[in-house]
């Protein structure tokens, strides 16, 4: 990161003996810079670790007075307010309760820049004691029990509140943004009925309201818990403008005197390992993807152009080959270094300009590999077409990097006569060897309602369990359901129309399909995925929706695709439900 001042004025803050820390502002956000020593052996841990806390996607776990704190915080860096606070925190390994005063400043650099400085001192034990121990009882009383709550349910929930039955009151644990958000709307009515039906207004998928709003009514829920204990509900979401699974958990605490609610983004566990999943892991799987059928595998750093070599199964043919001469350095150098060395003349200008940081922060897509080809020579004088892939990966807190992999594709290019390799490459799915997202859109938006006859169907799949299969059995068993699943589709499907790959483990097929056959059809694709056994794993459980336009002739081909979905959706989640209650049988026995 660039020093905000002079670097003897970054050493000074840095290694000063006084608790403080050194706060910037970017992209709207209010970031840790810097803590100090004396900051960090206050707390117990390190700078760096502190900088990580205080820039992690809740500051304030901590810390007691939650709400009053990012009020604080709030007003000071959106503004010249003045920051002059005390709280209670948790403080090192044993969460020993410390009080901390903190007094914050605004500061400019030379060039203007401001940032920003809160110095902190912690008030004594026995001051402490005196000023605070009427609320120091109560809060270690609440702490204890909230621990307890903490206890009770998986901490992978991203919401917890707890219903007090007898007074009709919900209390909150621990909440993510939306359940802020969610919280400051209901206000003082804080009945169970009142903060689910806000929760669901503000939040839930319409198609899914009425079953969540079943939780706000107490006597339904403990009849639930007679049978299901814990109670499981799963739903869908609108977040940031996306449809997010989500799951309810519901269970007795405190000898049924309490209902606690915990709400679990559970879309990684539908989906293949993508919210809430380290960067280090994604870059590992990208990594390892294209290592396989790469030549040459890189890292960048887009903030800081950095560039370094992962692996590579190229091998010089003599000492002077110039192939990879650098293994780690500035990207633009190292980028522009090949380009002027083994790129043909003609290709150099518009390679500059498409593999150039700016370029790739806008042509390419998370979850979506982006491909430049080009025309090399080598060393020895000889001509060969090269494809560079990118993947774009970007962590919580918004670092962008790139995982780039460089190919030889002549023998694919004289496959593939007359540049048709570059359509397969742009509408195929490489691993599959159906259509790709990129065709499914293409056709979604160019087809003529009129195309649409009575015999015509959408359907639209999802595999079950794949997350499963990858963490147990390894990545080459879930690619290898995902294979088996799209071969399955083309052999029974593959007559009357097209399939599409439209994500990791999301497929789509649009066929026309007599109705005389049309369930003959139906059944023997249900066989073969039944049927299907492969290397790694035994079995394909695929969730399935379908609709024909004989249904409603008045259907557009988009509200088909809408319901195909959601008849896919609630065939997956009674698939997850029944799994859920097969296992806590299992669990019994």
């Known amino acids: 990161m660039e020093p905000l001042f002079s670097p003897d004025m970054h050493v000074f803050y840095e290694h000063t003996s006084i608790p403080l820390a050194v706060y910037y502002t970017k992209n709207n956000g209010f970031k840790a810079y810097l803590a100090s020593e004396g900051f960090a052996r206050m707390y117990e841990t390190t700078p760096e670790a502190l900088v990580d806390r205080l820039n992690s996607s809740d500051p304030f776990a901590n810390i007691i007075e939650k709400n009053e704190m990012a009020e604080a915080v709030r007003a000071f860096s959106d503004s010249d307010e003045p920051y002059n606070v005390v709280f209670h925190e948790a403080i090192g390994p044993d969460k020993k309760i410390k009080t901390v005063h903190a007094i914050g400043t605004h500061e400019f650099t030379r060039d203007g820049r401001r940032y920003s400085l809160i110095r902190y ?32 349910i998986a901490r992978s929930y991203t919401s917890v509140a707890y219903l007090d039955i007898a007074e009709d009151l919900v209390h909150p644990v621990r909440l993510n943004r939306f359940g802020q958000f969610v919280w400051e709307d209901v206000g003082q009515r804080r009945n169970l009925r009142d903060s689910i039906d806000v929760y669901t207004r503000s939040l839930v998928y319409k198609d899914d309201a009425e079953g969540v709003l079943k939780f706000g009514d107490i006597s339904w829920v403990m009849e639930q818990l007679k049978e299901n204990n814990p109670l499981y509900h799963v739903y869908r979401t609108i977040r940031n403008g996306k449809i997010v699974y989500y799951r309810l958990k519901v269970i007795p605490f405190d000898g049924g005197k309490k209902l606690i609610y915990g709400f679990e983004h559970f879309d990684e566990q539908i989906r293949e390992q993508i919210a809430r999943k380290s960067e280090h892991d994604t870059q590992m799987t990208l990594l390892a993807g294209l290592s396989c059928e790469y030549e040459s595998v890189w890292l960048v750093d887009a ?42 003349a003609e290709d150099r200008e518009r390679l500059y300009q498409l593999s150039s940081i700016e370029s790739l922060m806008r042509s390419t897509k998370e979850d979506e590999i982006y491909h430049i080809n080009y025309c090399r020579i080598n060393d020895e004088g000889s001509r060969n077409y090269i494809q560079l892939a990118i993947a774009r990966v970007t962590d919580e807190m918004g670092v962008v990097r790139f995982v780039c992999g460089f190919r030889n594709i002549d023998a694919i290019i004289e496959e593939e006569k007359n540049r048709n390799l570059l359509y397969n490459m742009a509408h195929m799915d490489n691993m599959t060897n159906v259509n790709n997202r990129k065709t499914f859109v293409e056709y979604m938006d160019s087809i003529d309602p009129e195309e649409i006859k009575e015999e015509f169907i959408f359907f639209s799949f999802d595999l079950n369990d794949l997350k499963d299969v990858n963490d147990s059995l390894g990545h080459e068993a879930g690619d290898e359901l995902i294979k088996g699943a799209a071969n399955c589709m083309k052999e029974v499907l593959g007559k009357y129309g097209s399939v599409y790959r439209t994500g990791g483990d999301e497929f789509a097929a649009l066929a026309n399909i007599p109705h005389d056959i049309r369930a003959d059809v139906i059944r023997r694709l249900k066989d073969r995925f039944e049927g299907w056994h492969g290397e790694y794993s035994q079995k394909l459980s695929i969730s399935m929706g379908y609709v024909s336009a004989s249904e409603d002739p008045s259907m557009t081909i988009e509200e088909m695709r809408r319901e195909a979905d959601k008849r896919m959706y609630a065939q997956k989640s009674d698939y997850y439900m029944q799994e859920g209650n097969d296992r806590r049988r299992n669990r019994h026995h």
């Open 121 to 152: 001192d912690e008030i004594s034990d026995t001051s402490r004691h005196f000023l605070f121990r009427d609320e120091e009882k109560a809060i270690e009383k609440e702490r204890q029990f909230l621990a307890r709550i903490d206890d009770a």
């Open 303 to 344: 903030a800081i152009h950095h560039a370094r070599m992962i692996s590579t199964r190229i091998r010089p043919a003599k000492d002077t080959d110039r192939s990879h001469p650098v293994r780690e350095g500035n990207y633009d150098t190292i980028i522009g270094n090949y380009i002027d060395n083994f790129v043909v």
